[in-house]
């Protein structure tokens, strides 16, 4: 089982940038589908992007057009690049496997309108 350790967070305005990075440890890195999670405070967590072994990437429509999954295999590393960002995309940001298994500590972004 691997484990995630998410950095990238912070306060940021509305319609600024962020990117976030997750280094996933664990065998098998480069076989495995990736997503980035986010949980809002009083709503479920739900994934908002995710990315396959072979690069496809797909997003929820809250998101689309505005985030970007990407990885580095090497680093075992995968990234989520947030532009234009919003009130409502504020929430604990995680990644994870595709199912997820086990979470990390996540990284807390805050959007101020």
């Known amino acids: 089982q691997g484990q995630f350790v998410e950095s990238g967070g912070g306060l940021v305005q509305s319609g600024e940038s962020l990117r976030l990075s997750c280094l996933a440890s664990?065998?098998?890195?480069?076989?495995?589908?990736m997503g980035w999670y986010r949980q809002a405070p009083g709503k479920p967590r739900e994934r908002v992007a995710g990315i396959t072994f072979t690069d496809i990437t797909n997003y929820a429509d809250s998101v689309k057009g505005r985030f970007t999954i990407s990885r580095d295999n090497a680093k075992e590393t995968i990234y989520l690049q947030m532009n234009n960002l919003r009130f409502e995309d504020t929430a604990v940001y995680y990644c994870n496997t595709v199912p997820p298994h086990g979470w990390g500590q996540g990284t807390q972004v805050t959007v101020s309108s």
């Open positions: 664990g065998s098998a890195f480069s076989s495995l589908s």
